[in-house]
């Protein structure tokens, strides 16, 4: 290798560190094995390919595609991940297209031209969603690299060429969709279930309030991913969706359970994995083959709820695909839309998007003349305030620079030649895609790394090691000036927003709960669960960034807290209601303050030990 060239509303409080923690500890606790095998194949194959034919130059453009595949590879439907990579295919395409035709022009104002409409188209579409905000900024980061390296060939190769790698990508990531066809959406209800287990197991602890947030996100998660199947017919997709609504009930009865804040006896927490085991297709690890059921304590609602629930599934789930359902059972009602930023939001994040890639570009013409891109492109992956807080992603993005290069370094002086230019992608890019899954510094090393092996394949082979880091530097400095002093509140809003759209949720849910269908309940209470979570998590990005002096920030976090306990009361009341109603026909919503039971008398309290009556399996599934 050359030189240079890549929270129960009785249980005790706990506050969460960050509002993202829910959010990360829902990922697998084990490495994406095979998100960093499709890393390392898909960066490996075309630069062997490329090195056996003497096509060096196509094979690095196909390996950049598939970089910048890796980089949005996922764990969602595979219907989505087509959707996500297809779209940023499409637009990075076009946008090497368009920057190689302004650097072959000749004109010197026509690549700061094309920069300058791809970041305002960029930044237009880069705060309307995820698949939206990833195509535009693989737009400018198209422009960037085919306004900044010469590619040999005809005009009409590079793009195909991109467009290889990330096809590449894209079949190695959904292939698995022909022998695991529902295995996603199956997974995601299965967390749903583990985490009601989690939750039941920390019931009266510190731990409880965690861990009801763990398990509306799993249910929101679970909802989303079922909600993109549109094959519902199928008897698989039927089966999973049924499931879904036996984990909802599920989740009502946990956070009953949890804001009662008593300690339940050690076996209560196994009814959940063995209701998946009785309803998910395939093997579910750990299920209790014969768990006791809930101990009939007259005093608890979510007691009975739950000792309901695991009768009313029956032995044999798979006889309730043969007859017939109500078509409740198959609907799913959509989750609320985050809030869109206003028009305003947009067209700042548009012109400042704009300034800081030509202020960066012009300022690469100036310290490097030709092949000036690394700025541009460092502010494209930098300043994308939906995708994170802003000096956050500004100072990992350095910090992975620098290990990126001094890994790189290291690499190429100990182990030159061919074979380490494929032994580094190899390690680096399955290194990059475990980053993007878990860290975006992580993230950033494997990308450093890969890309200073494709530039010095493409004949850049220019010392620019200390180069490149002074040069992230410089663009992560361009952002976060042009960003908190023209914008300095953008998080701020985004958390407000996303706060008032909880709490009216939660509002609402209050309101309407003692006069609705038990099902338009539940979807009141996911969507009021759903837009908490969201707020959490935007109140997290807001406070991860610094604050102007003398302006601190709102209290969102109490407010959001006391939504969600006012949640789990009209929760706990309407459990509390309908099992009143079942003794008592015509009983009404009760609406009476709750006596939390941790304050009734210890008769109430339930037995320590389970009840004898296993958990019924003669009962049919309902």
């Given at each position: 290798m050359a030189s240079a060239g890549i929270r129960s509303g009785r249980a005790p409080r706990t506050a969460l560190p960050s509002g993202l923690r829910p959010a990360a500890r829902a990922l697998p606790a084990r490495l994406p094995l095979a998100a960093a095998a499709?890393?390392?194949?898909?960066?490996?194959?075309?630069?062997?390919?490329?090195?056996?034919?003497?096509?060096?130059?196509?094979?690095?453009?196909?390996?950049?595609?598939a970089l910048w595949g890796i980089?949005?590879?996922?764990?969602?439907?595979?219907?989505?991940?087509?959707?996500?990579?297809?779209?940023?295919?499409?637009?990075?395409?076009?946008?090497?297209?368009?920057?190689?035709?302004?650097?072959?022009?000749?004109?010197?104002?026509?690549?700061?031209?094309?920069?300058?409409?791809?970041?305002?188209?960029a930044g237009a579409i880069g705060l309307r969603g995820r698949v939206a905000s990833v195509s535009g900024m693989h737009l400018l980061l198209g422009v960037t690299l085919g306004g900044g390296i010469p590619m040999p060939g005809p005009w009409w190769l590079p793009p195909l060429e991109l467009l290889a790698g990330v096809a590449l990508v894209l079949v190695l990531s959904t292939v698995p969709w022909l022998w695991r066809r529902h295995h996603?959406?199956?997974?995601?209800?299965?967390?749903?279930?583990?985490?009601?287990?989690?939750?039941?197991?920390?019931?009266?602890?510190?731990?409880?309030?965690?861990?009801?947030?763990?398990?509306?996100?799993?249910?929101?998660?679970?909802?989303?991913?079922?909600?993109?199947?549109?094959?519902?017919?199928?008897?698989?997709?039927?089966r999973l969706v049924r499931a879904f609504h036996v984990a909802v009930r599920l989740g009502e009865a946990v956070t009953t359970l949890l804001w009662e804040g008593r300690r339940l006896p050690a076996e209560v927490a196994g009814l959940p994995l063995h209701l998946a085991a009785r309803l998910l297709p395939g093997r579910v690890p750990d299920a209790p083959a014969h768990p006791a059921a809930p101990p009939a304590g007259a005093g608890s609602p979510g007691l009975r709820a739950l000792a309901d629930l695991c009768a009313d599934t029956g032995p044999h789930p798979a006889a309730a695909d043969t007859g017939p359902h109500p078509a409740a059972d198959d609907e799913l009602p959509r989750l609320p839309d985050r809030p869109v930023p206003q028009r305003a939001a947009r067209l700042r994040y548009t012109t400042l998007l704009t300034v800081c890639v030509l202020a960066a570009h012009l300022l690469a013409v100036v310290l490097h003349g030709p092949r000036g891109y690394w700025l541009p492109m460092t502010v494209a992956f930098v300043y994308k305030p939906d995708f994170g807080p802003v000096f956050g992603r500004a100072l990992h993005r350095c910090l992975g620079t620098v290990a990126g290069v001094a890994a790189i370094g290291a690499v190429s002086l100990l182990v030159p030649g061919t074979p380490a230019v494929i032994g580094a992608v190899v390690v680096f890019g399955a290194l990059m895609a475990v980053g993007v899954r878990h860290h975006y510094a992580l993230a950033t090393l494997g990308l450093t790394a890969v890309v200073f092996v494709l530039l010095d394949l493409l004949?850049?082979?220019?010392?620019?090691?200390?180069?490149?880091?002074?040069?992230?530097?410089?663009a992560s400095?361009?952002?976060?000036?042009?960003?908190?002093?023209?914008?300095?509140?953008?998080?701020?809003?985004?958390?407000?927003?996303?706060?008032?759209?909880?709490?009216?949720?939660?509002?609402?849910?209050?309101?309407?709960?003692?006069?609705?269908?038990?099902?338009?309940?539940?979807?009141?209470?996911?969507?009021?669960?759903?837009?908490?979570?969201?707020?959490?998590?935007?109140?997290?990005?807001?406070?991860?960034?610094?604050?102007?002096?003398?302006?601190?920030?709102?209290?969102?976090?109490?407010?959001?807290?006391?939504?969600?306990?006012?949640?789990?009361?009209?929760?706990?009341r309407a459990v509390a209601g309908?099992?009143?109603?079942?003794?008592?026909?015509?009983?009404?919503?009760?609406?009476?303050?709750?006596?939390?039971?941790?304050?009734?008398?210890?008769?109430?309290?339930?037995?320590?030990?389970?009840?004898?009556?296993?958990?019924?399996?003669?009962?049919?599934?309902?």
């Open positions: 499709r890393g390392a194949l898909a960066l490996a194959l075309p630069l062997l390919v490329g090195l056996r034919t003497g096509w060096v130059v196509p094979s690095v453009v196909a390996a950049i595609g980089s949005q590879d996922g764990t969602d439907p595979y219907r989505l991940r087509v959707r996500r990579l297809a779209c940023m295919g499409a637009a990075s395409a076009v946008g090497l297209l368009a920057g190689e035709l302004a650097l072959r022009s000749g004109r010197p104002g026509a690549i700061t031209l094309c920069l300058a409409v791809a970041a305002a188209v996603i959406e199956r997974a995601a209800v299965l967390a749903a279930y583990r985490a009601a287990a989690g939750a039941l197991a920390a019931a009266g602890t510190a731990r409880a309030e965690e861990a009801r947030r763990r398990t509306t996100l799993a249910l929101a998660h679970a909802h989303e991913v079922l909600g993109r199947s549109r094959r519902r017919e199928r008897p698989e997709v039927r004949g850049d082979h220019r010392p620019l090691y200390g180069t490149r880091i002074v040069d992230t530097a410089v400095a361009i952002v976060l000036a042009a960003h908190f002093a023209v914008w300095p509140d953008s998080a701020a809003g985004r958390a407000a927003a996303h706060t008032e759209a909880a709490l009216a949720a939660a509002r609402r849910y209050r309101d309407l709960a003692p006069g609705v269908s038990p099902a338009h309940r539940q979807f009141l209470r996911r969507a009021a669960y759903h837009q908490l979570a969201e707020a959490r998590r935007a109140v997290a990005h807001a406070r991860a960034e610094p604050v102007r002096p003398g302006r601190p920030l709102p209290d969102w976090e109490s407010a959001i807290s006391e939504a969600e306990r006012l949640c789990d009361t009209v929760t706990a309908r099992h009143h109603a079942a003794a008592r026909p015509g009983a009404a919503f009760s609406t009476a303050p709750a006596t939390p039971p941790s304050t009734a008398p210890s008769s109430a309290v339930p037995s320590a030990a389970p009840s004898a009556v296993s958990c019924p399996e003669a009962r049919p599934a309902r």
